[in-house]
T-cell receptor, first 114, second 117 residues
Framework: DADVTQTPRNRITKTGKRIMLECSQTKGHDRMYWYRQDPGLGLRLIYYSFDVKDINKGEISDGYSVSRQAQAKFSLSLESAIPNQTALYFC?????????????FGPGTRLTVL | GDSVTQMEGPVTLSEEAFLTINCTYTATGYPSLFWYVQYPGEGLQLLLKATKADDKGSNKGFEATYRKETTSFHLEKGSVQVSDSAVYFCALSDMGGTTDSWGKLQFGAGTQVVVTP
């Protein structure tokens, strides 16, 4: 079974709709992240959470919100979707401590906003 | 702020050819460096990492050496296979930088590699 899962894997929605992307992990990590991937831009950080009570904005948080329901669950919401939020979204986790901040990624959610 | 620059793709080469993907970085603290790989339709997987200067990360025939003097972490493989076709991302984590960068990964734009039979 995958350590980091994302649902749905694909979603097509219309402008103005509210949509939630969910992420669950079985790795027992405290830290969780949401990224979006656009061609030629790499991955950009939307929000991150270092524990259940800690939520932080990343570099492109406008138009998004998150909820950390439990250590294992971190959801990303688009309150009113717009076409330029069409992208591939990834959830990732990492462990506290260690020298390097190695992150473990889910399989991604492909979101299309019409 | 921290940044990662990697060569643009796509890089197209034949099976058994030598692959190099250049990556340079800017960081204020003491970064750890990573190469992630994304196979078609999948998420990112860690390919290799290096945590201090002169460290060499290696995995699946790929290697990269952390060069502090040239702020580089170039990825190399001596003989690629069709199964190496993927997008490769260079990234850094600046654990000794500002609190704003601590604990986060900064990614390059990615380099698509296409290996033909």
């Amino acid at each position: 079974d995958a350590d980091v899962t994302q649902t749905p894997r694909n979603r097509i929605t219309k402008t103005g709709k509210r949509i939630m992307l969910e992420c669950s992990q079985t790795k027992g990590h405290d830290r969780m992240y949401w990224y979006r991937q656009d061609p030629g831009l790499g991955l950009r950080l939307i929000y991150y959470s270092f524990d259940v009570k800690d939520i932080n904005k990343g570099e492109i948080s406008d138009g998004y919100s998150v909820s950390r329901q439990a250590q294992a669950k971190f959801s990303l919401s688009l309150e009113s979707a717009i076409p330029n939020q069409t992208a591939l979204y990834f959830c990732a986790t990492s462990d506290v401590g260690g020298v390097a901040n190695e992150q473990f990624f889910g399989p991604g959610t492909r979101l299309t906003v019409l | 702020g921290d940044s990662v620059t990697q060569m643009e793709g796509p890089v197209t080469l034949s099976e058994e050819a030598f692959l190099t993907i250049n990556c340079t970085y800017t960081a204020t603290g003491y970064p750890s460096l990573f190469w992630y790989v994304q196979y078609p339709g999948e998420g990112l997987q860690l390919l290799l990492k290096a945590t201090k200067a002169d460290d060499k990360g290696s995995n699946k025939g790929f290697e990269a050496t952390y060069r502090k003097e040239t702020t580089s972490f170039h990825l190399e493989k001596g003989s690629v296979q069709v199964s190496d076709s993927a997008v490769y991302f260079c990234a850094l984590s600046d654990m000794g930088g500002t609190t704003d960068s601590w604990g986060k990964l900064q990614f390059g734009a990615g380099t698509q590699v296409v290996v033909t039979p």
